[in-house]
């Protein structure tokens, strides 16, 4: 039997065996035989890949985002988090999506490995692609904390690889950029760079903190030549004030949008995880934090933008739990989930679905009631929902693996909650996804009513708020009034019923529709 037939071999008991699992469906399902994903939140393929002695399954999760634009196309590079990690084995090399509406994607495989046990890159990190004249740099976060290693090393450091096409990538062994006196070479990482047209250089952003001290801060490197491989220290563009206090701001992103400057990063420590973002009219700052401060809950992280020169797009992964299921942890990676950015008169950031996905859902579907409870008033399509002390609630049929509900929600109380609800079955059991008219934010709760994610938002009563939900497999966004989302992880949302749930509120649901992908 030749390699080639055992590939082919294990490739269909490896797609045979990832198609059982339904009770932990996530995306990434292959269309056509190729390398297109037939999903609009997607993850790595089941695929053998990489030729030589060491082919590997690809099967795994979407880290850390990258994008660039390029060309007409979004190179998406991202870390891939692999469901098999062989032991001795690096972990997190850098894979690419490559898409050109943001709605359908190809999967390239591997394009940086990491290295081996005595390298700075034996796990890799979160970085960014610059063009320069002819050539492409990536700087990337080399991660090496093997003890041996660290022995007479730093254990993060800045990387480079250069690339002449996109496609392939030739790492710089005589690059490398450690923390410099002051700060902290254990969490050193994250390279962002751009071009800086206040200072005619060209600027990099790391994530690192202050030691002693141990503050959190965007440091700033400039050069006027990549080529040169010589990175100057400046001060940093940002530390984290008192009031913050985070312990780390990773995947730093900045751009410039209308009149305003933004600072983007994400923070996994606080109350307020996510990712976050700071405005200011000048490059240089002042930096000030608005109201709501964030572009989704916790459950969507390390948000990194790109824009096609017309629209700017914000890039992160909706977390998976372990187990997967609707009760388990929060853990490192998911299914890539993408927002359009759009921007206030005041100049803060909106959240928008991309157009593209949004024209996916064309097939408008019957939406079929399964059972009422408690005040409920049907007419016309339109549903009143009136609860003091018990709930109110109507669930329908199940709606499959792909949809898009969109409906006007209108609360006339200021205390209670009202919303969606998913994964309901026979024991009463569900997740919902609520307006808190006293909190004033959207909240998603488990089915044990745990608080797993929230966004703020200001309610107000007899407003009508335009919703519009997003679906594929377990991962549900929730957009309201294209001005916020909120990311949500609901196993098993696609087998069992769904309704809509007031309690303690009097709300009315109106045009409700749900439509499918053709």
């Known amino acids: 039997m030749n390699y080639r037939n055992i590939i082919t071999i294990a490739s269909i008991f490896f797609s045979l065996l990832s198609c059982s699992q339904d009770d932990t469906y996530i995306g990434g399902s292959i269309s056509g035989g190729e390398s297109e994903i037939a999903n609009i939140f997607p993850v790595p393929p089941s695929l053998w890949i990489g030729g030589g002695s060491e082919p590997y399954y690809s099967a795994g999760y979407t880290g850390d985002i990258m994008p660039f634009f390029d060309n007409g196309k979004f190179h998406i590079y991202f870390l891939h988090d692999a469901k098999n990690k062989p032991a001795g084995k690096g972990f997190h090399d850098i894979h690419e999506f490559q898409s050109t509406d943001l709605a359908h994607f190809s999967y390239e495989g591997q394009v940086i490995p990491y290295g081996t046990t005595t390298d700075a890159d034996f796990g890799i990190g979160t970085g960014s692609v610059i063009k320069v004249g002819n050539l492409y740099y990536f700087y990337y976060t080399g991660h090496n904390g093997t003890p041996a290693f660290l022995q007479s090393n730093a254990r993060e450091s800045v990387l480079c690889a250069t690339s002449p096409d996109l496609k392939t990538w030739t790492k710089i062994p005589s690059f490398k950029i450690t923390a410099p006196a002051g700060y902290y070479n254990f969490d050193f990482r994250d390279p962002h760079v751009f071009y800086n047209q206040e200072l005619s250089k060209y600027s990099m952003l790391v ?95 390390a948000g990194k933008t790109a824009s096609d020169g017309n629209k700017r797009y914000v890039f992160g992964w909706n977390a998976r739990k372990t187990p997967e299921t609707d009760l388990g942890n929060k853990d490192w990676a998911g299914n890539m989930v993408i927002h359009e ?136 966004v929730f957009y309201i009034n294209g001005k916020v989302a909120l990311t949500n992880r609901i196993y098993g949302r696609d087998k069992y019923n769904w309704g809509i749930i007031a309690e303690g509120q009097s709300a009315t649901v109106s045009n409700l529709q749900l439509t499918q992908a053709e």
């Open 207 to 301: 994530s690192t903190q202050t030691e002693p001290g141990r503050k959190a801060v965007l440091l700033h490197f400039t050069t006027a030549n990549p080529a040169s491989g010589n990175w100057e220290v400046q001060a940093p563009i940002y530390t984290t004030t008192p009031q913050e206090n985070y312990l780390m701001m990773e995947c730093a992103d900045i751009f410039k949008m209308g009149n305003y400057w933004y600072l983007m990063f994400s923070e996994n420590w606080s109350n307020t995880k996510g990712t976050h973002y700071k405005m200011a009219t000048s490059i240089n700052g002042p930096w000030t934090t608005p109201q709501n401060d964030r572009i989704d809950g916790e459950y969507f992280y």
């Open 341 to 476: 950015l759009t921007q206030n008169s005041d100049g803060t950031l909106g959240t928008q679905a991309p157009q593209a996905v949004k024209n996916i859902f064309s097939k408008n579907s019957t939406i079929e009631v399964d059972a009422t409870l408690g005040g409920v008033t049907v007419n016309n399509g339109s549903y009143s929902l009136s609860s003091t002390t018990n709930k109110a609630m109507v669930t329908f049929k199940s709606v499959g693996k792909r949809a898009k509900i969109n409906a006007e929600l209108t609360l006339t109380t200021t205390t209670g909650t009202t919303g969606f609800v998913f994964h309901t079955n026979n024991t009463g059991s569900y997740y919902k996804i609520v307006l808190d008219a006293t909190k004033n934010a959207i909240i998603g709760y488990n089915s044990a009513s745990q608080e797993t994610t929230r966004i703020p938002f200001g309610l107000q009563v007899n407003t009508k708020y335009d919703v519009e939900i997003i679906t594929e497999g377990s991962v549900v």
